[in-house]
């Protein structure tokens, strides 16, 4: 027992295991506090890409019924007459929330047409072209709040497994290792305390000239 006791910590060590226990449980609130603002964060961007995607699927079909009676109305030539002269952009924006970088929003610039271009031969391929653009602005929101949600998502699960292995593992074995410390010094000052009293029950009495 006695040699047991020589190797857990004095009261520095058991100082040193308290500050290292309160720096843990102080980790484990501030990682939960980071692990709920990015599932928030999260679940805003899933509803977003759940609007973005059904609004991005009822674009492309009207699109593409329009495309289908512009090409019966005005022929196949007519798309490639009808297409724009320059590409459109599309610019993303990001932000960092806990130190996650993710995609935030898009801008979409449609793409431009020529000023000499003809016209469209048809209504329909107007019609068409229109909801292509607009499909696309929906597209690009859809697949940045995806990806947004993507990433916040595999930090959450890590930040979630940097948690269970502090509640469940370190705090528990800092906690057991500082109630060993306590014991062992509370048992030591009791032994001292009773070899004190020991001592001073059975000092010799001086002796007077």
Do not use: C, F, N
């Not at 196949?76 to 952009?89: K, W």
């Not at 653009?133 to 929906?138: L, S, Y």
């Not at 890590?158 to 014991?183: K, M, N, S």
């Amino acid at each position: 027992m006695t040699a047991r006791r020589s190797r857990l910590p004095g009261r520095a060590g058991r100082l040193r295991l308290r500050r290292r226990l309160a720096a843990a449980e102080r980790g484990a609130d501030l990682l939960e506090r980071k692990m709920r603002l990015l599932l928030d964060r999260r679940r805003a961007q899933e509803d977003t890409a759940r609007t973005a995607e059904a609004r991005w699927r009822e674009l492309i079909a009207a699109a593409e019924d329009w495309l289908v009676k512009g090409v019966v109305i005005a022929g196949e030539g007519s798309v490639a007459q009808a297409a724009p002269g320059t590409p459109g952009t599309l610019d993303v924006s990001w932000d960092v929330l806990m130190g996650v970088r993710h995609p935030s929003g898009s801008a979409w610039t449609p793409p431009a047409r020529d000023p000499g271009a003809a016209a469209a031969r048809s209504t329909a391929l107007v019609h068409a072209e229109a909801a292509y653009r607009d499909a696309v602005e929906a597209g690009a929101r859809y697949a940045v709040a995806l990806a947004a949600a993507a990433l916040l998502s595999a930090e959450a699960d890590r930040t979630r497994q940097r948690v269970r292995a502090l509640r469940r593992h370190w705090i528990p074995r800092l906690t057991a290792e500082l109630a060993a410390a306590d014991q062992a010094l509370e048992q030591t000052e009791h032994e001292e305390s009773v070899r004190r009293r020991w001592a001073a029950s059975h000092t010799p009495p001086r002796l007077h000239p």
